[in-house]
Every structure is written in C-alpha cells, then in structure tokens.
C-alpha cells in the first residue's frame, strides 16, 4: 500500500514538473518572439489565453 501511494505521488509529482516545464517552455518561446517581433514592429500583446 505504502509503495502504491508512493507512485501516485510520483506520478502526481511528474506531472506537476510536466506542466511546469510546458509553462516555462511557453513563455521561453513568447519572450523570444517577443524580442524579435519588437526588434521588427511593436504589436500589441495579446491578451494569453489561459
């Protein structure tokens, strides 16, 4: 019982860092085509979709 616990925890665990990975992956590729839209023309942001 106790290792069952234990996996889901795991699993829980992994997919928190999943998640948190995709956010930070986003907002990598954002800020990146923020800076090489900016260099470009400034756009508006658009409001993210959450």
């Given at each position: ?5 234990g ?14 990975l ?29």
């Open positions: 019982a106790v290792r069952e616990v996996v889901e925890v795991a699993e829980a665990v992994g997919e928190e860092r999943k998640a948190a995709v956010c930070l992956g986003e907002a990598l590729e954002e800020a990146v085509a923020g800076a090489s839209r900016a260099r470009w023309r400034p756009k508006p942001r658009a409001p993210r979709r959450g």
